[in-house]
């Protein structure tokens, strides 16, 4: 006799907000006692390796309007292309770099910004180099799973030609919207979850 197996219905989904910034960056809400500092507020030290910058920018809904509930999270290689985790077996990462940050937009103004480093190169998984940039997420009310991107530095033009994954972008005019501007140290990376110049996402 065949055994009847009882299948479990799928959980249905559910959006992260509004109490996303609750949970992930409760000092930015005013709410103490939960971590000193915000984890991931803090990528580098005195002693970090590497190019100081600050990355900064916005999160726009598909009117234009400022999303101002959202938190970004990064992740990084080091100045030398290694990356901080266990599965680095390339070389050891800086380890006065957390390759990791988070941050959420601010209420008044919509901003996220970040102290990191100038990323080195790594490699692709051909083993071709790709160009230095920076992995990111968000998420935000409204968005059911959080959303992937990369962002790429404008003086890098010879290495963002040969990128393996901005290669595979099939209408050419887009890659723009991955590339950040840059003014001194500090890079401008505006995040277009729809409409006008959409920020391409990544399905990873």
């Known amino acids: 006799m065949v055994q009847e197996l009882g299948y479990l219905k799928e959980t249905p989904s559910q959006t992260a907000g509004p109490y996303v910034h609750i949970g992930l960056t409760p000092n930015i809400c005013d709410i103490g006692g939960v971590y000193e500092t915000d984890l991931g507020s803090v990528m580098v030290n005195d002693k970090t390796l590497g190019e100081r910058i600050t990355i900064t920018?916005?999160?726009?809904?598909?009117?234009?309007?400022?999303?101002?509930?959202?938190?970004?999270e990064i992740w990084q290689a080091d100045s030398a292309g290694l990356y901080n985790s266990p599965s680095e077996m390339r070389g050891?990462?800086?380890?006065?770099?957390?390759?990791?940050?988070?941050?959420?937009?601010?209420?008044?103004?919509?901003?996220?910004?970040?102290?990191?480093?100038?990323?080195?190169?790594?490699?692709?998984?051909?083993?071709r180099k790709m160009a230095p940039h920076i992995t990111v997420w968000i998420v935000a009310r409204g968005i059911n799973i959080g959303l992937h991107t990369r962002m790429y530095f404008p003086e890098e033009a010879e290495?963002?030609?040969?990128?393996?994954?901005?290669l595979r972008i099939e209408h050419r005019e887009r890659v723009d919207t991955l590339i950040a501007?840059?003014?001194?140290?500090?890079?401008?990376?505006?995040?277009?979850?729809?409409?006008?110049?959409?920020t391409v996402f990544l399905d990873i």
Do not use: C, H, M
């Open 57 to 72: 920018g916005r999160v726009l809904d598909g009117a234009g309007a400022l999303v101002r509930d959202a938190v970004i």
């Open 92 to 127: 050891t990462a800086d380890p006065n770099f957390t390759g990791w940050g988070r941050s959420a937009t601010r209420a008044d103004d919509g901003v996220f910004s970040f102290e990191t480093i100038k990323p080195g190169r790594v490699p692709f998984k051909d083993g």
């Open 159 to 166: 290495a963002n030609k040969a990128d393996p994954l901005l």
């Open 181 to 198: 501007s840059r003014e001194g140290s500090t890079y401008t990376f505006d995040i277009r979850l729809q409409g006008d110049r959409e």
